[in-house]
C-alpha cells in the first residue's frame, strides 16, 4: 500500500519507546491517560488550562521513553439529504457523496485524474472536452502529493489531496462556471496524518457540508497535533485551530502509548461561505480504526494494538453532525471495512465484527475466537464509554472457510459476506458466502462456483461478483423471506473486475429491472492491476427480474493514454474506470477517454468517443538518484522499507539500472536489516519508466523535474515455503549535478 513511510516512522518510534519502557523499567505500559468519569455523554477537557497540564505530562512521558530508548535497540512494531445533481456514484449511503473521480456539474463532467482537473461537456448531446487546470495550488512543487478525490458543491469543486511534503490534508477549492470553465479559488492546509485506506474514502458531502475524517496521531506535543488549517497564500499563513477544547474528547478507556496516541477528527466545512470555514471535533485515542458516515452522525471504531494475542480497548463511538456531544461504548472485535456498519431506521447500529477471543454465551452458543459476529446495537445503550456491549447483542455467525479478502454489504434488510481474491488472483473452486436478516436470526448460505469480490445492491435484491480464475461470474441473489441465488452470467476470459467501490453502478429503470456496469480486466490478472494498466473495457449487463444479460461492453483504445507529464497522483489507486448513467445517456470513462453508448436491439454499440489527454514532449530518466521504497502492509506478514542510491542509463527506450540499499524487513514477525546491491532493466516511454528487478517490477512517472513515483510489486517467498504477491510504493529524487 501506499503512504507508509510516515506511519512506519511514528509506530516505530512512539510504540518501541513504550516497549523498551516496560522492559526497562520492570513495569507494564505506562498509561499516560485514565478513562473518563461516569457520565451519559464523552467528557471533554474543561478548559485550555487543562488541556495543557495533560500535555505537560505527555511530553514528560515521551521524554522519559526517548531517554529509556537509548539504552537498546527497539523491538519490532507489534501488530497492528440527496445531493442537488443526478448522482453517478455508487455511494454507500443514500443522500451521502463519497470523493470520486467523475462528478457531475450542469450540463458537464468533471473527472479528476492524476493531478488535474478536466471537465467535459454532454449537454445538448454534445461530447466535448472544455477545460483542464492542474488540481493544485498554482506555483507549488506537488511532488510527493497525492490527489484522490472529488466533490461537487454548487458552483464549487473541491478537490482532496495528502502531501507528505507538508504533511497535512489539502482542500483545493476551485471555481466551475456555467460554460465547464474551471478557476483556481484556494487553497487550504488541514492538519492531520494519511487518511488513505485502499477501502474507503476520506470525504463526504451532505448538502452543501463537506465532512472529511482524518487522524492525527500525538507525536512530541499535544498541542500542535490539535486540528487546524490555514489558507495557503493567505494573509500571514498561520494556523488557526479548528477545535476548542470543549470539542476534544477524552479517551474513554486506557491509553497507552504503544497504542499510538491519536486525535481522531471529524472536521465539518461550510463550502457555500467565501472564506472556507472548519470546525472539528476530536477524539483521543488508539490508532487502529474504522470509520463510517450516516447521514447524521460519524461512527468510529478504535482498537488497541494486541495484548498477548487478544485485542483489548475497542470502542465504538458516535459523533452527531449536529455538534452535540458524542457517545461511546465498550466493544469487541474489530469491523472488516465501513461497509461492516448500517444505522438502520429502528435506532440500532448493525456491525459486522471479527473477534479475537470468545465473547459471552448467547443461546447456549459462543462467538468463538476468531470468529463473527453481527454487533447489534440500541443507539441509546452508547453514552460515556463506561459501559461495555452485552455479550447478547453479539449474534454469532459463520466463518467462511475459503481464503482470501473478506467481502461485506449490507442489502436491504440483509447483510451478505463471502471471501474473494481482493487485490489477488481470482483462484478456481467453489465458494459458501452469507446472507443474514439484521433484525431476527434469518441465515441462508449461498454456494457459487466463484469467489466474492464484490457484494452490491441491485434495486431490492443483490448481486454477488467474482472470478474463478478464467472468467467472471455475475451472480443475482433474491432477498426476501429467504436469501436464494436466482440467476448468473459468466463472462469469459475476464478474471475480476474493478475492486473499488465506485468502479460498479447500478441504475434501476423499474420495481425489478434496471441497467449495470463494471471495468473488467482479462482473465487470470490479479486486482491490483489497475494500480498499473487500465481496464480493458466496460461491461454493461441488464437485469430483467434478476436474469442477468449481457448488452456489450465499451472497449478502451490501448494507445489513447500515451504520456501526459503527470506531476501528482501518478498511480490510480482509486481506479481509473467507471460505468455512468445520466440523464437516458451512456458512458463509459476509462483513463483520460469518454466513450458514449447507444442501445440498438438489446446491444450497446459505441456511438462516439473523445479523448481529453494533455500530450507532452519526452523525458531523459539518466543520471544517479536516491529513492525509497516500502512494499507490503505494516503489522502484516510481509513488510519492508528500503533507501539507498541507483544509476540510470537510457538509451532510447531501453533503461538499464545499478542500485545499493540498506533494507529493514519485517516478515512473519521476524525483522532483519542489511545492505544489499543489484541491477535492474527496463524501458521508458515518455514520462513513464517501468523496471524489472528480480521478481519485483516498478512502475514510475515524473512529478516534478528532479522527482519520480510510482508503485511496485513482488512475487515473494514466505519462510514457511508459500508464495505471494506485495504490492508497495517507490519514489526518487534525482541528485545534483545529473541529467535532466
Known amino acids: ?366 462467538v468463538r475466537e476468531r470468529g463473527l459476529a453481527l454487533l447489534r446495537v440500541p443507539l441509546s445503550l452508547l453514552g460515556d464509554g463506561r459501559s461495555a456491549a452485552p455479550a447478547e447483542l453479539y449474534r454469532p455467525l459463520p466463518n467462511t472457510q475459503e481464503p482470501g479478502a473478506l467481502q461485506n454489504r449490507y442489502v436491504g434488510d440483509w447483510l451478505l459476506y463471502g471471501s474473494g481474491a481482493g487485490w489477488g488472483t481470482p483462484r478456481p473452486g467453489e465458494t459458501t458466502a452469507f446472507a443474514a436478516r439484521w433484525a431476527d436470526s434469518q441465515l441462508s448460505e449461498l454456494r457459487l462456483p466463484h469467489g466474492v469480490d464484490r457484494i452490491e445492491a441491485m434495486g431490492p435484491d443483490a448481486v454477488v461478483i467474482g472470478g474463478d480464475g478464467e472468467a467472471l461470474h455475475f451472480t443475482s441473489v433474491e432477498l426476501g423471506r429467504t436469501a436464494r441465488t436466482a440467476a448468473r452470467y459468466t463472462r469469459p476470459g475476464a478474471s475480476q473486475g474493478e475492486t473499488r467501490s465506485h468502479g460498479f453502478f447500478y441504475r434501476p429503470e423499474g420495481d425489478d429491472t434496471g441497467l449495470l456496469g463494471l471495468p473488467i480486466r482479462g482473465a487470470d490478472r490479479p486486482g491490483y492491476e489497475h494500480l498499473q494498466r487500465g481496464s480493458a473495457s466496460i461491461l454493461f449487463l441488464r437485469n430483467q427480474a434478476l436474469r442477468l444479460q449481457e448488452l456489450g461492453e465499451l472497449a478502451a483504445d490501448p494507445e489513447a493514454d500515451g504520456d501526459d507529464a503527470c506531476r501528482a497522483s501518478c498511480v490510480d489507486w482509486y481506479g481509473n474506470a467507471r460505468p455512468i448513467f445520466l440523464r437516458g445517456r451512456v458512458f463509459a470513462l476509462m483513463g483520460y477517454e469518454l466513450v458514449e453508448g447507444a442501445m440498438d436491439d438489446a446491444r450497446i454499440r459505441e456511438r462516439r468517443r473523445v479523448s481529453f489527454a494533455p500530450r507532452v514532449e519526452p523525458r531523459d530518466f539518466s543520471g544517479d538518484w536516491t529513492f525509497t521504497e516500502t512494499i507490503g502492509s505494516q503489522g502484516g506478514a510481509y513488510y519492508c522499507a528500503s533507501e539507498g542510491s541507483m544509476r540510470l542509463d537510457q538509451d532510447g527506450s531501453a533503461v538499464r539500472m545499478r542500485y545499493r540499499q540498506t533494507s529493514e524487513c519485517t516478515i512473519e514477525g521476524a525483522t532483519t536489516r542489511g545492505d544489499s546491491e543489484g541491477t535492474g532493466r527496463g524501458t521508458a516511454h515518455g514520462h513513464e519508466l517501468r523496471l524489472e528487478v528480480e521478481t519485483c517490477r516498478y512502475n514510475a512517472t515524473f512529478g516534478a523535474p528532479h522527482w519520480i513515483s510510482g508503485a511496485l510489486r513482488c512475487q515473494v517467498r514466505l519462510p514457511g515455503g508459500a508464495e505471494t504477491v506485495v504490492v508497495g510504493r517507490w519514489s526518487a529524487r534525482r541528485q545534483s549535478g545529473t541529467s535532466d
Open 1 to 366: 500500500m501506499r503512504r507508509l513511510p510516515l506511519f512506519c516512522a511514528l509506530l516505530v518510534s512512539v510504540v518501541s519507546l513504550a516497549a523498551c519502557a516496560g522492559a526497562g523499567a520492570g513495569a507494564g505500559p505506562p498509561i499516560i491517560l485514565p478513562p473518563q468519569q461516569e457520565d451519559s455523554t464523552l467528557t471533554p477537557f474543561a478548559s485550555e488550562e487543562e488541556l495543557a497540564e495533560v500535555n505537560a505530562e505527555l511530553q514528560a512521558q515521551l521524554a522519559r521513553m526517548e531517554r529509556i530508548r537509548r539504552r537498546g535497540p527497539p523491538p519490532p512494531p507489534p501488530s497492528p439529504p440527496a445531493p442537488p445533481e443526478e448522482s453517478i456514484t455508487n455511494t454507500q449511503t443514500e443522500g451521502v457523496d463519497e470523493g470520486g473521480i467523475v462528478k457531475v456539474h450542469g450540463e458537464h463532467l468533471v473527472v479528476l485524474r492524476r493531478g488535474r482537473l478536466f471537465t467535459v461537456r454532454i449537454g445538448g448531446d454534445a461530447l466535448q472536452p472544455v477545460a483542464a487546470v492542474d488540481a493544485f495550488e498554482p506555483g507549488i512543487d506537488p511532488g510527493n502529493s497525492w490527489y484522490d478525490e472529488m466533490l461537487v458543491s454548487g458552483d464549487n469543486v473541491v478537490v482532496i489531496g495528502y502531501s507528505y511534503a507538508r504533511r497535512g490534508t489539502e482542500l483545493g477549492i476551485f471555481r466551475i462556471g456555467a460554460d465547464g470553465s474551471l478557476a483556481h479559488r484556494a487553497t487550504y492546509h488541514l492538519r492531520s496524518f494519511d487518511y488513505y485506506s485502499s477501502r474507503n474514502y476520506a470525504s463526504r458531502l451532505i448538502g452543501g457540508r463537506l465532512i472529511f475524517y482524518a487522524p492525527i496521531p500525538v507525536r512530541r506535543d499535544l498541542f500542535s497535533s490539535l486540528p487546524g488549517m490555514r489558507r495557503v497564500g493567505g494573509a500571514d499563513g498561520a494556523w488557526v485551530r479548528t477545535a476548542t477544547a470543549q470539542r476534544i474528547y477524552r479517551p474513554a478507556a486506557e491509553l497507552r502509548l504503544q497504542d499510538v496516541p491519536t486525535l481522531h477528527s471529524v472536521t465539518i466545512c461550510d463550502l457555500a461561505a467565501a472564506d472556507l470555514r472548519c470546525e472539528s471535533t476530536a477524539l483521543l485515542g488508539p490508532y487502529g480504526r474504522e470509520f463510517y458516515v450516516s447521514a447524521g452522525s460519524v461512527y468510529l471504531w478504535t482498537s488497541a494494538f494486541a495484548r498477548g494475542g487478544e485485542d483489548e480497548g475497542a470502542m465504538l463511538y458516535r459523533m452527531p453532525l449536529d455538534g452535540s456531544a458524542p457517545t461511546g461504548l465498550r466493544v469487541q472485535g474489530r469491523p472488516i471495512d465501513q461497509f461492516s456498519f448500517l444505522e438502520s431506521g429502528d435506532g440500532h447500529l448493525n456491525v459486522l465484527t471479527r473477534v479475537e477471543r470468545p465473547i459471552g454465551q448467547q443461546a447456549g452458543r459462543e
